[in-house]
Nanobody, 122 residues
Framework: QVQLVESGGGLVQAGGSLRLSCAAS????????MGWFRQTPGKEREFVAR????????YYAESVKGRFTISRDNAKNTAYLQMNSLRAEDTAVYYC???????????????WGQGTQVTVSS
């Protein structure tokens, strides 16, 4: 069992930066692939980024590639999403997720946080 708690969301101007954190409970954090997803009202939750167990392998959605960076610190049981050059279209609720599959689908993740709102003003 893993419990996830996101933090770091907020209001930022276009072009600005935010860093989201995802704190995990339990001692098995390093066994999970971590992912970040986002969702806007009326739309399906969409994949943003994922990172392997060790952190050595990452993958991004095309829409955020080159602007967002996913990372993790297994000693701190925490995953991060550094978001730079933010755009109005990045506005969403951001969720972190943990799972055993190297997936870009919501179905590949077993545990989810409650989400944190990111609002980018243009």
């Amino acid at each position: 069992q893993v419990q996830l708690v996101e933090s770091g969301g907020g209001l930022v101007q276009a072009g600005g930066s935010l860093r989201l954190s995802c704190a995990a409970s339990g001692r098995t954090f390093s066994r999970y692939i971590m992912g970040w997803f986002r969702q806007t009202p009326g739309k399906e939750r969409e994949f943003v980024a994922r990172i392997s167990w060790s952190g050595g392998n990452t993958y991004y959605a095309e829409s955020v590639k080159g602007r967002f960076t996913i990372s993790r610190d297994n000693a701190k049981n925490t995953a991060y999403l550094q978001m730079n050059s933010l755009r109005a279209e990045d506005t969403a609720v951001y969720y972190c997720a943990a799972g055993g599959a190297y997936s870009i689908s919501v179905n590949g993740y077993d545990y989810w946080g409650q989400g944190t709102q990111v609002t980018v003003s243009s």
